[in-house]
């Protein structure tokens, strides 16, 4: 009897042991997957990415899924907080994460670590303040410019309203020569024409910002030379609180029947400028009749506002997955792949080197609307020169400006560049 509850103990240990195994297998195998998630059309420049990343990491799954809109985005995270099956990297516009914020990962963290972080002379290389979020990567930014519409401009001129002198310098605009064609203006029939839109997109950043005193207006969106915004918002209000300005917040399709469209056989309305994002860009395939330049300086200095989707690692994994998963982002935050996917994505690189690239240049530099609106934002690099950041910026910032020839290999915009160092 002893030696037959043996055997049984023996068989029922086994059976234990066997079904222990089985289960920790199963959790290493699902320990073994990751989950991705990217909002936005399916990108074959991701997918060929990821595919070439994970020959490296052949045990381990990673599951890549695009989703056409945030909306669709907050609704998938809804059903894994319930399933408590989160995601282990999203790129997305952050304002959709922020109920999720405290079960993100500290990015700050990957960033600094000695082993698979960033050096310094790698953290230089990025654009000004774009590393300073304690959640969110930017992979590549979208920027706003000004539009003004040459057509009115001109009819203007040639009614004698304006003088030439007023105009020819479009190019680069400042703030007070908007203002003095506004005087100007003040006892035309062409009083009512409306100076100034501004669509959402730059509007409430503008505001955000000032109102914080911050680099930053929302999570993931962020500004070099703030401090000039500041004084933007500013000087609008009070242009706008003197019933000489008329400011309006309008989406893009809106903003560029106001700025696109003119008639001057019935000159009854206008919109003479206008701040917009580049997305707005595509509405103005004309360069004759619809010009862009970088947002007008203000006290000599130039605002730039970075705005659009991030990176954001949950925490949802052990420190190999993580460690996988930021090693994927600093793949896609590669200076030659950052060069390919803004190109891809009608906008700015996250690396300064990026723009150094052959194929960006030759981009920035071409006919389409996008780049056009991208190549005005960057007329003024030297904006970066005076920001609130750290020294360690400096030197690759000034190496730039002194070999600014350098950066662009086709079309003028090397001459412009280069006058503004010389």
């Known amino acids: 009897m002893k030696k037959s509850l043996l055997i049984l103990g023996g068989m029922l240990g086994l059976l234990v042991g066997c079904a222990s195994t089985e289960s920790d297998n199963n959790h290493e195998v699902a320990d073994k997957k990751l989950k991705y998630y990217f909002v936005g059309s399916t990108n074959d420049l991701v997918k060929q990415e990821l595919e070439t990343f994970t020959k490296d990491y052949g045990d381990w799954e990673i599951d890549l899924e695009f989703l056409p809109r945030e909306t669709d985005l907050a609704e998938r995270l809804i059903t894994d907080k319930?399933?408590?099956?989160?995601?282990?990297?999203?790129?997305?516009?952050?304002?959709?994460?922020?109920?999720?914020?405290?079960?993100?990962?500290?990015?700050?963290?990957?960033?600094?670590?000695?082993?698979?972080?960033?050096?310094?002379?790698?953290?230089?290389?990025?654009?000004?303040?774009?590393?300073?979020?304690?959640?969110?990567?930017?992979?590549t930014k979208k920027t706003s410019v000004m539009y003004y519409n040459k057509e009115a401009l001109e009819f203007l001129v040639n009614k004698g309203y304006l003088d030439a002198s007023d105009v020819a310098n479009l190019a680069n605009?400042?703030?007070?020569?908007?203002?003095?064609?506004?005087?100007?203006?003040?006892?035309?029939?062409?009083?009512?024409?409306?100076?100034?839109?501004?669509?959402?997109?730059?509007?409430?950043?503008?505001?955000?910002?000032?109102?914080?005193?911050?680099?930053?207006?929302?999570?993931?969106?962020?500004?070099?030379?703030?401090?000039?915004?500041?004084?933007?918002?500013?000087?609008?209000?009070?242009?706008?609180?003197?019933?000489?300005?008329?400011?309006?917040?309008?989406?893009?399709?809106?903003?560029?029947?106001?700025?696109?469209?003119?008639?001057?056989?019935?000159?009854?309305?206008?919109?003479?400028?206008?701040?917009?994002?580049?997305?707005?860009?595509s509405y103005f395939n004309d360069p004759d009749l619809v010009g862009m330049t970088a947002i007008p300086q203000v006290n000599g200095k130039r605002a730039i506002i970075l705005q659009g989707q991030s990176l954001a690692m949950f925490d949802n994994h052990d420190e190999e997955g993580a460690k996988i998963t930021w090693k994927f982002i600093k793949a896609l935050e590669d200076p030659e792949f950052q060069a390919s996917y803004a190109i891809n994505l009608n906008s700015i690189p996250c690396r300064l080197s990026s723009l150094e690239n052959t194929f960006y240049a030759r981009w920035l530099n071409s006919d389409n609307p996008y780049a056009r609106a991208n190549k005005a934002s960057l007329i003024d690099i030297e904006a970066f020169v005076n920001l609130p950041v750290e020294n360690e910026y400096s030197s690759l910032i000034s190496s730039l400006l002194n070999n600014v020839e350098a950066l662009f290999t086709a079309g003028n915009i090397a001459d412009i560049l280069s006058s503004l160092v010389a």
Request: charge should be negative; glycine fraction near 4%.
């Open 173 to 281: 605009l400042n703030w007070e020569d908007i203002w003095n064609i506004k005087d100007k203006l003040k006892n035309t029939p062409y009083k009512e024409w409306e100076m100034m839109a501004m669509d959402s997109f730059p509007l409430s950043f503008l505001e955000m910002a000032a109102a914080s005193d911050s680099l930053f207006g929302t999570n993931g969106d962020f500004a070099l030379n703030n401090q000039t915004n500041i004084d933007l918002i500013t000087n609008l209000r009070t242009q706008r609180n003197n019933g000489d300005l008329l400011v309006s917040p309008l989406d893009g399709n809106y903003l560029s029947n106001a700025v696109g469209y003119f008639n001057p056989d019935s000159p009854t309305s206008a919109t003479l400028f206008s701040i917009g994002s580049v997305n707005s860009a």
């Open 82 to 139: 319930a399933n408590n099956t989160y995601p282990d990297l999203v790129y997305c516009d952050p304002s959709t994460l922020a109920t999720y914020e405290a079960n993100l990962l500290d990015v700050t963290t990957y960033i600094k670590d000695k082993e698979i972080g960033y050096t310094d002379a790698e953290i230089a290389d990025f654009l000004p303040n774009s590393l300073l979020d304690l959640h969110y990567l930017p992979l």
